[in-house]
């Protein structure tokens, strides 16, 4: 929870510096959204430093705050950036109180480019590194489970070594919040919307954890104003579901009938991911269709189910489930 120490921070007129890497992609925007918020409404004088590559659209812009007005101390300035230039990263974090990543991509940009903005976070003095782990909590899974976790993992052990060789003092934390639930209006994972059915993998008994993206942002954004010691691992959930309970759900909020349908085992699963991901590797890109069969896999094994939930750490956050989700795209696919 919050504390006096946050409260008396409001009155120092020195802004508190915050970068958002990855400003320009859909979390990143949502969270520097949500450090403007989180700030006015704490009236905390903050100021958000996005990230995007060079040549955006929108770099060395300033963005009014969501009341139409410029405030000079809570204001979003979109800063352009050279990724693979280690003083253009200096350049951004010096200064800084907490550097959040929302990056996005394959092995070069959550190893590499996270390596190099931490050094250059390590170097500017920066307290807090909010890495881009959003997701289930991998280090519970076995190696080889998920490509995309396994980045993720490698990244964590050369920041550890970083910061040792550095003998910094940064903290590094991570955000785990499941999946997204935006990801059920697809159609593809557990909710089939057409056939009315719930498809799920492995046990009807496995929990899953969803939480919305603007949950997320909101929850990440308190993290990173947060002035007192944070954990390294914080874990959220907007709705612990199982695949029986999502039955019980759907007929809830739709009035239709949802059956329960077990595509294949967990194993099975296994053997078909290995399958396609040797016929079609497709290495380069960020979200091979193996890859994605990864997630499903991880969430069907059960083991990265959180101990505890940290939704109560921060105030005025406002938990979303997945009901509303399932409804709204119900209605809309019309079946």
Not at 102 to 111: E, M, N, R, S
Request: charged share 20%; proline share 4%.
């Amino acid at each position: 929870m919050e504390s006096n120490t946050q409260k008396k921070s409001s009155s120092v007129n020195t802004p508190l510096i915050i970068v958002v890497a990855g400003a320009q992609g859909h979390l990143g925007k949502l969270v520097c959204e949500s450090l403007k918020l989180r700030a006015q409404n704490q009236s905390r004088p903050v100021q958000i430093r996005g990230l995007a590559r060079k040549g955006g659209a929108h770099s060395g812009s300033v963005i009014p705050d969501s009341s139409g007005e410029k405030v000079s101390e809570q204001q979003l300035i979109i800063e352009s950036v050279d990724y693979g230039n280690e003083n253009d990263l200096k350049r951004v974090c010096t200064g800084a109180y907490c550097v959040v990543s929302a990056l996005q991509g394959p092995k070069d940009v959550i190893v590499g480019i996270q390596s190099r903005l931490l050094k250059a976070a390590i170097a500017g003095n920066v307290k807090r590194f909010i890495p881009s782990d959003f997701s289930v909590d991998f280090n519970k899974l076995p190696e080889g489970a998920n490509r995309n976790f396994d980045f993720r993992i490698q990244f964590h052990k050369a920041a550890d070594s970083l910061i040792q060789q550095s003998k910094s003092t940064i903290k590094l934390t991570s955000v785990y919040q499941g999946a997204f639930t935006e990801l059920l209006a697809s159609g593809r994972f557990l909710f089939d919307f057409k056939k009315r059915q719930i498809a799920y993998f492995g046990s009807p008994d496995t929990i899953m954890e969803f939480t919305t993206w603007k949950n997320t942002a909101e929850f990440t954004a308190a993290a990173a104003l947060d002035l007192n010691p944070v954990p390294r691992s914080l874990y959220i959930a907007g709705k612990l579901i199982t695949p029986k309970e999502a039955q019980k759900v759907a007929k809830q909020v739709t009035g239709a009938d949802f059956k329960l349908k077990r595509l294949m085992s967990v194993g099975m699963l296994s053997f078909m991911i290995s399958v396609l991901k040797f016929f079609k590797p497709e290495n380069n890109k960020p979200m091979p269709m193996w890859v994605g069969m990864q997630y499903a896999y991880c969430m069907a094994i059960g083991p990265t189910l959180p101990e505890h939930l940290d939704n109560e750490r921060y105030q005025g956050i406002d938990w979303t489930g997945v009901e509303g989700v399932v409804s709204q795209t119900f209605n809309n696919a019309n079946v």
